[in-house]
């Protein structure tokens, strides 16, 4: 299962990568991944008009998208639009973060699941 990853190099600029999250066959339920520890979740709705300049992640989470869509920029000036069932990895933390806005003036309802910074996800 592949996820867009946005994270910080050592000189504080953000950009995307992509994790191939391992997932292994589990019968008739399907295929799983290993369990990964997580923190806190939080339910989110974001305006239609919703548009964030220069920020960092304020933790590790995760963002899964359940309704909206949205843009992210990083610090090269790369965009990715993201819809309802993608998932993105924040870890750029620190430095000069990246944007995001609201797309087609929609509301996004999304969820985050914050992460202890020693979990891997590859």
Not at 45 to 55: A, G, L, N, Q, R
Not at 65 to 90: K, N, P, Y
């Amino acid at each position: 299962m592949k996820i867009t990853r946005i994270f910080n190099q050592p000189n504080g600029k953000s950009e995307f990568a992509e994790l191939d999250i391992a997932l292994k066959d589990g019968g008739p339920i399907g295929f799983l991944s290993e369990r990964f520890p997580a923190g806190e979740i939080l339910f989110r709705e974001t305006p239609s008009d919703y548009d964030f300049k220069w920020h960092p992640a304020p933790q590790r989470q995760l963002l899964f998208i359940l309704t909206g869509r949205c843009e992210f920029m990083v610090s090269s000036g790369e965009t990715r639009q993201f819809g309802a069932g993608d998932v993105l990895l924040l870890e750029d933390t620190e430095g000069e973060g990246h944007c995001s806005k609201a797309l087609f003036n929609e509301v996004r309802h999304s969820i985050f699941v914050t992460l202890p910074d020693h979990v891997e996800l590859v």
